[in-house]
């Protein structure tokens, strides 16, 4: 899986409703640092891109267990999307 591009992030966060300091509270960064993320100021490093892409897939899919059964994701799948560094 390649890392997660600033435009990903605004699409996916779009799709949750989600402004930027909500996705800063779920990955646990700052606010900051999603909008130098989103706007291409700055590329994170692999654990905050990894942060960043865990809480908007745990907003759309929610546990491993939930993708699994609800949306049929694979395991395999599952792990590549939130492998650390991407």
Same mark, same amino acid.
């Given at each position: 899986?390649?890392?997660?591009?600033? =435009?990903?992030? /605004?699409?996916?966060? +779009?799709?949750?409703?989600?402004?930027?300091? @909500?996705? *800063?509270? #779920?990955?646990?960064?700052?606010?900051?640092?999603?909008?130098?993320? =989103?706007?291409? /100021?700055?590329?994170? +490093?692999?654990?905050?891109?990894?942060?960043? @892409?865990? *809480?908007? #897939?745990?907003?759309?899919?929610?546990?491993?267990?939930?993708?699994?059964?609800?949306?049929?994701?694979?395991?395999?799948?599952?792990?590549?999307?939130?492998?650390?560094?991407?």
């Amino acid at each position: 899986m390649t890392d997660l591009t600033p =435009e990903q992030s /605004r699409i996916a966060r +779009g799709l949750l409703n989600w402004p930027q300091v @909500r996705l *800063a509270v #779920k990955s646990g960064l700052s606010e900051g640092a999603i909008r130098d993320f =989103e706007s291409g /100021r700055r590329v994170p +490093g692999p654990r905050k891109l990894s942060a960043i @892409r865990n *809480a908007l #897939k745990r907003a759309a899919f929610g546990s491993p267990q939930v993708a699994r059964s609800k949306y049929n994701v694979k395991q395999e799948h599952w792990n590549s999307v939130t492998r650390e560094g991407g």
